[in-house]
């Protein structure tokens, strides 16, 4: 059965980023991969068209696919957009939140040829192998109510920290299940000293554990958590937070890694459908350069591959490309250092598609 693919390059560096990803994709397809790939606008580039940044059709696209691959939304030019519903994020926001997709896997891995690109030392960061699971369709971003008002002659702005039962619950399932796959270490991040709602959090997360008796438990406060990431980042496995917090940590926990241009991303629903984007974002001062790191996205690929499409040889296959182009010494800027050649994003495509064949 043909799957189908919906390709979202968004905004800038997004088409380029996506363009390497798309070829790699062809490669597969010529490897047998059984795959329909289409694409189509959303963010800035689709409010640039349309007026809105997801658009009816885009929605009724990526309902119909089995995998969304997006490359970045946002940048300057639409920051001045008063109207906060129309901005590119919104396009991004809108899509989790219409397909379901609250279960948001955030790997952050240190391959070996880039200990020296981090800003941490090597035996901090060598071997470092973190999954963060971040919940993206509830919490502060999309609490109600929500707004900017005047209250007694001046404006106050206001937002709502909210999570039902059922919410935390299904991500922590998803999380203890990660971590039954992996070193069963699992990390529940909070700040249940200060908010009820994570009162509640850290109450679900225990009384499911008795049912992953393999899994061992622990809660740590999010202050402490982004201290621990940069302090020893090594003694965690699977972290599991909520939105916001599961944001920011993960931001800090691509850097470990040297670089957030290396970093893949999985969003995926109830049914396995999953979008999969790099952790950066649109990065605007580089775009149109020919400089960004396509690698993020080609592993989301990878990711694709492995948990909506059951194809997790050609994954591999993809994730050991990578490896090998890294091993020969090619880098794109972000994550360039002595000794290693420099190389443009479409050039870092071209390594990537030969080290596949
Ligand atoms: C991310 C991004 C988005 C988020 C923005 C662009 C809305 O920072 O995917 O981490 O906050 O979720
Ligand atoms: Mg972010």
Known sequence: MTRKILVLPGDGIGPEITAQAVRVLEACQALGLDVEVEQSLVGGSSYDVHGVPLSEETLAKAKAADAILLGAVGGPKWDTIEDLSKRPEKGLLGLRKELGLFGNLRPAILYPQLAEAST?????????????????????????????EERDGQRVGFNTYVYS???????????FEMAQKRNKKLCSVDKANVLEVTILWREVMERLAPEYPDVELSHMYVDNAAMQLVRAPKQFDVVVTGNMFGDILSDAAAMLTGSIGMLPSASLNERGQGMYEPCHGS??????????NPLATILSVAMMLRYSLDEAALAERIEAAVGKVLD?????ADIASSGTRQVSTTEMGDAVLAALQ
């Open 120 to 148: 941490l030392k090597p035996e901090v960061v060598s071997g470092l192998d973190i999954m963060i699971v971040r919940e993206l369709t509830g919490g502060i971003y999309f609490g109600q109510p929500r707004g900017i």
């Open 165 to 175: 039962e059922s919410e935390i619950e299904r991500i922590g399932r998803v999380a």
């Open 283 to 292: 990065a605007p001062d580089i775009a149109g350069q020919n400089v960004a």
């Open 328 to 332: 020969e010494g090619l880098r794109t």
